[in-house]
Structures are given as C-alpha cells and as structure tokens.
C-alpha cells in the first residue's frame, strides 16, 4: 500500500531498527500522515549516501535527504499543511533560533555522554552520567516554560522529536544494559512526565500510534551485543 | 507544563523591561543589535558575513580572549560558546542557526542565503553540517599542543574532507561562482569562514591544502569568496592567525585550561 505524498513523489524511509536517528524521522512522517512506500525496491542505503555512510535515509521521488534533524526541518517544510498536523518548527523566528539550538546541544553532548556512558571504562562513565544530568536539567528548564505539554507546546514540535529518543533509548541502554539511572524523577519532575508520553508502548489511541519503539527487551539484547563488539575493540 | 516558574529567558536577561512585553512580541528588524564574538573565530566570521550580505549594521562586542564575559555568561548560560547574537534583549546562539535566523528576520534585505527548494535547502544544510563535523574539529592539533601523528592526521581529515567539498562545490555551483550560485550562500558561509584558518594551518604544518591541483573549483572559489565585499575584513589574514595561534598555546601551557 503506497499512499503518494502530497507532492505526489514516493517517500521511503530507509534505516535500521534499533536507531534513535531513524525513529524520529518515522515519527515526523507520522505525524504529518505520510505513508511510505514499503514496496518498492530502492539502491542500497550506500549507493545514495556515499559519503557519510549514515542512516537514516529518506528518499523522497528518488532524492535521497540525509542527516536527521536536517530531515526533520525538510520534512516540515514539504508537508507544511499536511493532515491539519501544526508545524513542527515554531513560526516565531527566535522560538525557531532556540528550538534549532537545543536540539544540536542535545545532539552533541550526548554523543560524547553516551559514548563514555556505554563504551568507556568505570571512572569515565560517571563524567559522562555528569553530562547527561546537564542536558536534562536544560531540558527540563525550557519545558517549564512551556504553555502546553511538550516542548512544541501544546503539541509535539521539533525539539520535541529531536528529544523523544531519551526516555526509551536511554532507559533501554541505561538501565537495561548497565543498570544505572539518569532519568530521575524526582530531579526532573517535568522531563518525567514529558517522558511518560514518549514510553507509551502500545501508544494511546489518542496519539495515534504515532510514536512507535521497537520491543524493550529486543533493544536492551541488541545493545548489550554491540557494547561487547565495540568494549573490545581498539576505539 | 504551568508557568509557575519564569521563562527561561528570563534568566538570561537582566533587563528592568517586564517580561511579558518581551515574552510574545516577535523581534523586529528594527530592534536593538549586538553580536558577542572575536575577531579570530571562524564561528563568529559566519553571522557577520550574514549581516554585511543582508548590508545589517550591529553592535560587535569582543570578547577578551581568556575571560568569559559576564554579558556571555548570561546570554548563553548552556554552551557559554561564542558567537551570540543579542536581538531587542534576546539571546541567539549556535553560529549556522544565527545565520538562519538572520535569514528570516531579514528576509526582504540582500539576496536570499538559503535557497527557497526545499530540497535544495536540505543538501544546503546537509553540507554545512559536514563542514561542522568533519573540518571544524581538525584545528584542535593547531592551537593546543598536539604531537605530529595528531596534526597528521587531522591533516589527513581535512584533505578528505575537502575533496569530498570540491565535488559538492561542483554539483551545487552548477558552473556559477558559489555553492549558491550567483551570490553567497549558505555552505559558503559555512565553509568560507573557516578559510582564515585554514590558511593558517598551511602555513603551520607546511601543506597545501588549497591545491588548485587537487580541488581547483574550491581553490579559485576560496580567492572569490575572500574578496567578495560580504566577506572583505573578516576573513583574518593566515600571519595573524598563526601569531594568535602561539599565544593561544602559550596560553593553555600556562594556565593548564580544561578543554571548551
């Protein structure tokens, strides 16, 4: 079932299962009620992104956009009146500026803080749960000044999506894997409940199975296959 | 969430005007004006090439090198990184999405710097990410102290990095003079503002990294790119850039800084 994009050109989102990156494209497609096409054949992931070898991938009318916040904004502006969905970034330029800012500090710090968090040995881990606590006490500020629910207010934007990937992915590689915590609830009382949203797994019917996350106990056994593949190897 | 708390930006703006006036209002184009940076940043090169592109006047607040400014601390209490843009009392930060917002505010001013395709404006984007990445990082050998086999291989990375760059610039310029075509765009200001210093590693470790051999589109490019009017004065010249260099490392020597 191939439903066209309102431009009428095929969407596909190519992209492996246990990545954040790639579920928070699907989300965006979602969201703004684009079907993939999930029949056709397309070229392998590495003939359209050659240079950066990443996932995910998505291919809109055979045109391959890669990177995925950079997705996200394309996403946003392809489908800007699409299935009555609100924007995804804000249309207030500074809101805009700030939403821009916080998804690439978030995307940056934790790189650095999960890699320490997973791959490096005892000592380093604490540096790198030190990180991710900052990014959440950032996180956690900006969403009380929200008027509304989410970080794109009353309903789920950009920063929104940017985010989502933290409740799930570090409670699967955290706490399933290494059996530690940083989500605190007590710390950070709003990002909690913020995050309750993103863990809804099967979702509410009223969020329309927007965010889907694979199975828990499929993911903590993938992540623990990795770190042993990659704690061996020479970094 | 309830707003039992002040805003965010509220924290980072001691000013005596009530926040609710600030809170709603969109920035106008008229609005008050400073960029916090130096004269050495490549970071702090891009919203100013913006701004002589959108022909914009602002305020340039230099930074001492070694201190953090109060006025810094305040405005970008998360990154505590220059360059920030302060519009009618606002914090603006992160360089690439200064520029985009400079974009917007002054979108009647100067050409456009990201193009209106949306599919063009993802490969824009998608390209100056890149340079963010894969260049940016590699003058870290240059300016602490690093042995040879680290400035090697950032050497090495930066030689990839700007191959990879030369067939970019060859399918975006399309046989025009920018990554943009006509005018300056968006990856050249990426790029272009990192010339400065990437002269500067030339000269430092003794390689050419401009080769009109190697990568000649980029290479004229970078000459065009420097004399343009929107980038005339900013580009450093590569002398006062490796002069910077050495007093950055004796710097870090002394003070034994963490690394930013």
Known sequence: MSKEADSGEVVQLRGMWASPAVHRVAWALRLKGVEEDLERKSPALLELNPITKQVPVLVHGGRPVVESLVILEYIDEVWSGAAGAPPLLPENPYERARARFLAAFVEDKSREATRKVFFAPEKERGEGLRSLEEILEVLEKELKSKEGEFFGGRSIGYLDLAVGWMPFWLGVVLEGVLDCKVMNAIKFPTFYLWSKFFLQNPPEEKWESIITLPPREKAIEYFIKYRQLYSDSPK | ?260
């Open chain 2, 1 to 260: 969430m309830r707003n039992a708390l002040p805003s965010f930006s509220h924290f980072l703006w001691t000013s005596s005007i009530p926040e609710s006036s600030h809170k709603n209002r969109a920035m106008a184009a008229g609005d008050e004006l400073k960029l916090i940076g130096n004269w050495a940043s490549s970071f702090v090169a891009r919203p100013r090439i913006a701004f002589n592109l959108k022909g914009i006047q602002y305020e340039f607040l230099q930074e001492e090198f070694g201190k953090k400014s109060d006025l810094l601390l305040k405005s970008n209490p998360v990154h505590k990184k220059i360059p920030v843009l302060i519009h009618g009392g606002k914090p603006v930060c992160e360089s690439l999405v200064i520029v985009e917002y400079i974009d917007q505010i002054w979108s009647s001013s100067g050409p456009s710097i990201l193009p209106t395709d949306p599919y063009d404006r993802a490969v824009a984007r998608f390209w100056a990410a890149y340079v963010d990445d894969k260049l940016t990082l590699q003058f870290r050998p240059f300016i602490r102290e690093a042995d040879e086999a680290a400035k090697a291989q950032a050497i090495e990375q930066m030689v990839a990095a700007l191959q990879h760059l030369e067939e970019a610039f060859e399918k975006c310029s399309k046989g025009k003079s920018f990554f943009a075509g006509d005018s300056i765009g968006f990856v050249d200001i990426a790029l272009g503002s990192l010339i400065g210093w990437l002269r500067a590693v030339e000269v430092l470790a003794g390689v050419k990294l401009f080769d009109e051999e190697r990568i000649p589109g980029l290479a004229k490019w970078a000459e065009r790119f420097c004399s343009s009017d929107a980038a005339m004065g900013i580009i450093p010249e590569p002398a006062e850039l490796v002069e910077f260099s050495k007093a950055l490392r004796d710097a870090f020597r002394s003070a034994a800084l963490p690394s930013n």
